[in-house]
C-alpha cells in the first residue's frame, strides 16, 4: 500500500518528544498494519507532557497531520486519540485505500 510521504512523522517525533523523561520509565510502541483495504497506524506512549514554559510548537505537528489526512484522505480515514488511566497517550489512525 502506497500512501503519502512522512504522514505519521509528527506522531512519531511526538511520542519521542513527549513521551520520554529521564526521571521515569518511559514507553514507546508504533505500530503500521495492514487489516484488509485499510492501513492502520497506531502509536502508543507514556504521556509526559512539556511544561508551559518549554511548550515549543504548541500542537502544530497534530493540526499539520489532520489537515494533510483531511485534504488526501477526506471521508476515509479515522483518527482515535486518548490518554488512557495509565498515563499513555493513544493514537490510531485508520486509512481506508
Known amino acids: 500500500m502506497e500512501i503519502a510521504p512522512l504522514l505519521f512523522i509528527s506522531l512519531i517525533e511526538n511520542a519521542f518528544k513527549h513521551g520520554m523523561n529521564s526521571n521515569a520509565p518511559a514507553r514507546i510502541d508504533i505500530s503500521l498494519t495492514q487489516e484488509g483495504d485499510n492501513l492502520v497506524f497506531i502509536c502508543d506512549n507514556t504521556n509526559n507532557p512539556k511544561p508551559t514554559k518549554d511548550r515549543s510548537g504548541s500542537g502544530i505537528g497534530l493540526e499539520n497531520t489532520r489537515r494533510r489526512l483531511d485534504l488526501l484522505y477526506a471521508g476515509r480515514y479515522q483518527w482515535e486519540q ?16
Do not use: A, F, R, W
Not at 486518548?82 to 485505500?97: A, G
Open 82 to 97: 486518548t490518554v488512557t488511566p495509565e498515563n499513555i497517550y493513544h493514537v490510531k489512525i485508520t486509512l481506508s485505500l
